[in-house]
């Protein structure tokens, strides 16, 4: 089983910038596409922003130009800067990361428990 942990989340005021960043562990993983999602309150989750092992990256609708993720494959982190953060931005964001598992060769679907932002106007 592959644990996220993230870390970074917290109350901020409108237009300042957040970072955010998620480390995976366990035994014997290969990680391909991480991620990040939130989701506010009374709303469904939905897709911030992925990236592959190999560097693509995939932005959720209405995220780009304010969301930047990257991921570091050799310490199998993931971080989302969040540039003038705005008070709709408010939501619990989660970290995702699916990919193999090499003892078993399962694939897994790990999310982690995530991290508050609140955005305060």
């Known amino acids: 089983q592959v644990q996220l942990v993230e870390s970074g989340g917290g109350l901020v005021q409108s237009g300042q910038s957040l970072t955010l960043s998620c480390a995976a562990s366990?035994?014997?993983?290969?990680?391909?596409?991480m991620g990040w999602y939130r989701q506010a309150p009374g709303k469904q989750r939905e897709l911030v922003a992925k990236?592959?092992?190999?560097?693509?990256?995939d932005y959720g609708d209405s995220m780009k130009g304010r969301f930047d993720i990257s991921r570091d494959n050799a310490k199998n982190t993931v971080t989302l800067r969040i540039n003038s953060l705005k008070p709709e931005d408010t939501a619990v964001y989660y970290c995702?990361?699916?990919?193999?598992?090499?003892?078993?060769?399962?694939?897994?679907?790990?999310w982690g428990r995530g991290t508050q932002v609140t955005v305060a106007s």
């Open positions: 995702n990361a699916d990919g193999v598992n090499l003892e078993t060769a399962r694939g897994f679907d790990s």
């Open positions: 990236v592959s092992r190999s560097g693509s990256t």
């Open positions: 366990g035994y014997r993983f290969h990680i391909n596409d």
